[in-house]
């Protein structure tokens, strides 16, 4: 498959889609939930850390691509660790330096790139067994993907909460801002409709 | 006295007023994985607030008498991560060669802790609170990890209920775990004004 033209066209597409949609990391396998719950109470946060994952992604995804033929089985998992975990310091001190408002705001969430599913799901299922063209492209529509699902969620919350959308008022001024959305419950009750409309989307399309 | 009281604020604080689940998003993959029976999710719970007692006190003590004197801050979130892998590993190894039959009921959960969010979570949060002594931090991290196992204990017991009701079919599964999950981190904040 790898000479042939198409079969390598093919195999683009295919990510970029299981990316986007029939494996969204978040909306379809449920993954790296933590970051989705937290930093979606508004699309600022949620953009900037889209942003952090894409980076995280990519740059471990190459990586890994390029040792998987020294890789050895029993230290795998430990190596991906270790990788991802420089990435997410450089994307740390990055925002630290240029954002620190944003980066306060984040917290420890950034950090917590290390721990979160998609990544080395990513790095196990795609990097370590692909070249490196198919692993960045893999990873730049996961990252993409990861992105669309935080911003779908923070742009309901957003609106919700506080009638604004990157400080520009969407809804009329005598909507009452409702707090709540702000807060923790207004993370999981989103998430779960989200995930809910998402149930009825594909059921009626199957 | 000073010390005890703030010990004990801080104990409740991290317990219930600031859970890891319900208020700071952390754990929540096992919590929606793992949580559907009440005896696994103690098992669960068991084994995560020993491993993050254990790794908090470790990440404290290495940040502040080995990478804060050193001047090594840019290291901390490698160092960390290979602290919690390696705490795992020796909580496992140990488990298994002393208590046999706790091995087998803890078995599957052992390894998947690592990358547990909640652990590596509330080690970053040990260093954003800046908690300045170590008994603090012991107290702090087992703290955590009782929360983590209330919150997962709850969750197990209201879906083994949940199975006998009759969920719509689009919310079936995680969503109405998730929305679960909202209501009581609603009921959460009414911890709030506490302390």
């Known amino acids: 498959m790898a000479t042939n033209p198409e079969g390598q066209m093919g195999l683009y597409g295919d990510a970029v889609v299981n990316g986007l949609w029939r494996e969204n990391p978040v909306l379809r396998m449920i993954l790296g939930m933590c970051p989705t719950l937290a930093v979606t109470a508004a699309l600022k946060p949620a953009l900037t850390m889209g942003l952090c994952v894409i980076f995280v992604l990519v740059c471990s995804n190459i990586m890994v691509s390029l040792m998987r033929k020294g890789l050895r089985p029993h230290v795998r998992i430990l190596m991906f660790t270790l990788t991802i975990s420089t990435f997410v310091t450089i994307a740390d001190l990055f925002l630290r330096a240029y954002v620190p408002k944003m980066s306060e705001a984040l917290g420890p969430y950034v950090p917590l790139i290390i721990v979160n599913c998609i990544i080395i799901w990513r790095a196990e299922a795609r990097a370590s067994k692909s070249g490196l063209l198919v692993s960045v492209v893999d990873a730049l529509a996961m990252g993409a993907g990861f992105t669309l699902a935080l911003s779908i969620l923070a742009v309901i919350r957003e609106i919700l909460g506080t009638g604004k959308l990157f400080e520009i008022q969407i809804l009329p001024t005598t909507f009452p801002a409702w707090a709540a959305m702000g807060m923790p419950v207004g993370a999981f009750l989103t998430f779960g409709f989200v995930l809910g409309a998402m149930n009825v989307i594909t059921r009626n399309r199957s | ?195």
């Open chain 2, 1 to 195: 006295m000073d010390t005890v009281y703030m010990l004990l604020t801080g104990f409740i604080s991290v317990v219930l007023i600031n859970n890891l689940v319900f208020t700071k998003f952390l754990g929540i993959c096992p919590y929606i994985g793992v949580s559907g029976r009440i005896d696994m999710a103690f098992g669960m719970g068991l084994a995560v607030t020993f491993v993050m007692t254990l790794s908090g006190t470790l990440t404290w003590m290495i940040d502040h008498w080995l990478l804060i004197p050193l001047g090594l801050e840019v290291a901390r979130y490698v160092a960390f991560i290979m602290v919690i892998a390696a705490a795992v590993q020796l909580v496992e190894m140990y488990v298994k060669r002393f208590f046999p039959s706790l091995y087998e009921s803890f078995g599957i959960f052992l390894p998947l802790i690592t990358t547990n969010c909640a652990i590596l979570g509330l080690c970053l949060f040990l260093v954003i609170w800046g908690v300045g002594s170590l008994i603090e931090a012991v107290v702090l991290s087992f703290g955590g990890g009782i929360g983590f196992t209330i919150a997962i204990c709850i969750m197990a017991g209201i879906r083994e209920n949940l199975r006998m009701v009759d969920v719509p079919e689009a919310l079936q599964g995680a969503p109405i775990t998730l929305i679960t999950a909202g209501l009581l981190a609603l009921a959460f904040m009414g911890f709030a004004g506490m302390i």
